[in-house]
Antibody
Framework: EVQLVESGGGLVQPGRSLRLSCAASGFTFDEYAMHWVRQAPGKGLEWVSGISWNGNNIGYADSVKGRFTISRDNAKNSVYLQMNSLRAEDTAFYFC??????????????WGQGTLVTVSS | QSALTQPPSASGSPGQSVTISCTGTSSDVGGYYYVSWYQQHPGKAPKLMIYEVSKRPSGVPNRFSGSKSGNTASLTVSGLRAEDEGDYYCSSYAGSNILVFGGGTKLTVL
């Protein structure tokens, strides 16, 4: 059974940093692209970042480019999102997702339950 | 990176069909066949319903179908059922490892 478990969310002040982690199990992790998708409370989905199976192909939404960094450790079956210079508008549930492809084509078949990031003073 | 355009709401009676549109540009929807549709129920994680414009993952009823014409993709739900009610989002590959979502459509089964 595929499982994606996010951790690292919480309350953080504007301008500070936070690192999200996603532990994956139930599939061959190093064969698939992974993504982070966020959803502000009561709002729609926003793709944040994606990383290919080998980490060589990475993309970011304009809203986070230069502030967020995605990475993966295939030995640990984990994907990460380093979030710097956080803003109030980054407040959202952050979902870790698994693509059906090895590259960032964007068919997200499996989703974690999400971790809430709240940016507030 | 502009969000894809979806109608905010759609509705239909049980047994009827409803189609939700998703309009982008030649740089995303019109340029690639990597268009996906997701269903989300309140308090739940989204569920992949359609990928590569018209393919259904295992377990998704064939009442759900997808298509694309030019810069607009469409999701059609036939034989509407109460459990189809929820929010629907389209997404598209937009080149250079970038994805973009639509704003979402709230489907109401009357």
């Amino acid at each position: 059974e595929v499982q994606l478990v996010e951790s690292g969310g919480g309350l953080v002040q504007p301008g500070r940093s936070l690192r999200l982690s996603c532990a994956a199990s139930g599939f061959t992790f190093d064969e698939y692209a992974m993504h982070w998708v966020r959803q502000a409370p009561g709002k729609g989905l926003e793709w944040v970042s994606g990383i290919s199976w080998n980490g060589n192909n990475i993309g970011y939404a304009d809203s986070v480019k230069g502030r967020f960094t995605i990475s993966r450790d295939n030995a640990k079956n984990s994907v990460y999102l380093q979030m710097n210079s956080l803003r109030a508008e980054d407040t959202a549930f952050y979902f870790c997702t698994k693509d059906i492809y090895d590259y960032v084509w964007g068919a997200m078949l499996f989703w974690g339950q999400g971790t809430l990031v709240t940016v507030s003073s | 990176q502009s969000a894809l355009t979806q109608p905010p709401s759609a509705s239909g009676s049980p047994g009827q069909s409803v189609t939700i549109s998703c309009t982008g540009t030649s740089s995303d929807v019109g340029g690639y066949y990597y268009v996906s549709w997701y269903q989300q129920h309140p308090g739940k994680a989204p569920k992949l319903m359609i990928y590569e414009v018209s393919k259904r993952p295992s377990g998704v009823p064939n009442r759900f179908s997808g298509s694309k014409s030019g810069n607009t993709a469409s999701l059609t739900v036939s034989g509407l059922r109460a459990e189809d009610e929820g929010d629907y989002y389209c997404s598209s590959y937009a080149g250079s490892n970038i994805l973009v979502f639509g704003g979402g459509t709230k489907l109401t089964v009357l």
